[in-house]
């Protein structure tokens, strides 16, 4: 495993640098240990993680080579402290507009998959480093990975991977390079437009739209008729009594055709 990165200057967001290593346990680990080392823009970029983890510390798939797997430095003022709330939603929105460059069409589901032919392409990871204000933000997208790695994973059933879609194989760096590209703009929208552009957009790309869903929550789970994110990035639904509930946490389930 190599110890240290390889500087490539100007590969990063906003001028900052893309660190290169062959394996890390953790993008975003390495990243939160290395803070004082790390500009505001830089992207750390392993060509293998080993121990990568999503939300509710869920493991992340990420074979050598066949995955991308990057940690995105986010600091004030490109990313403003009142929409730190925001991060998973833009950049979901970002690798959706990559995804969709590599001739792929693919939706949203709240808070921050992206879905292509019904299944996760990509996951991702913000954390918050309260005293610097700093955001790590982790993105993992499965670019090259194989229905074989994905069985062996026990997530046939749930993941896809652009190769798997596009039954062709896409060049890892390319892929890299639009979506660092994708999310400096998305960014950049967000800072200058609100959390009302994120709302907006994520309208056009829902994959919940229309249908009825199941959140599950630490209190027990609720379905009833999806009723969109809201311009706080909290998910909405109607239940059987006519009632509009409002979540801001959970799991997502979506269930069939509203009527």
Not at 50 to 67: C, M, V
Not at 110 to 122: L, R
Not at 132 to 143: A, D, K, P, Q, R
Request: aromatic fraction near 6%; include cysteine.
């Amino acid at each position: 495993m190599k110890t240290e990165f390889v500087t490539i200057e100007h590969g990063g967001m906003w001028g900052g640098r893309l660190l290169l290593f062959d394996s890390l346990p953790s993008t975003n680990r390495w990243a939160l240990d290395n803070l004082t080392r790390c500009k505001n823009g830089d992207v750390i970029n392993a060509a293998m993680q080993t121990a990568g983890k999503g939300r509710f510390s869920r493991e992340w798939l990420a074979p050598h080579d066949r995955g991308l797997t990057i940690s995105t430095i986010l600091r004030p003022p490109n990313v403003k402290t009142g929409l730190i709330h925001a991060t998973g939603f833009v950049a979901a929105l970002a690798v959706r507009e990559t995804v969709a460059a590599c001739g792929l069409q693919c939706m949203m589901k709240w808070p921050n998959d992206v879905i292509a032919g019904g299944k996760k392409i990509s996951g991702i990871l913000a954390e918050l480093e309260t005293a610097s204000e700093t955001i790590v933000l982790g993105i993992g997208l499965n670019v090259n990975v194989t229905s074989e790695d994905l069985r062996k994973a026990g997530l046939e059933e749930t993941a896809t991977s652009l190769r798997i879609c596009r039954n062709s194989e896409f060049a890892v760096h390319d892929v890299r390079k639009r979506l660092i590209v994708s999310l400096q703009r998305a960014f950049d929208k967000v800072a200058h437009d609100g959390f009302e552009w994120v709302a907006n957009e994520w309208a056009h790309h829902d994959w919940l739209a229309g249908h009825t869903i199941e959140v599950q929550g630490p209190h027990g789970a609720v379905s009833g008729k999806y009723d969109g994110m809201d311009n706080t990035g909290a998910i909405c639904l109607i239940d059987s009594a006519g009632t509009r509930q409002v979540f801001t946490a959970g799991d997502i389930v979506r269930l069939r055709k509203a009527q």
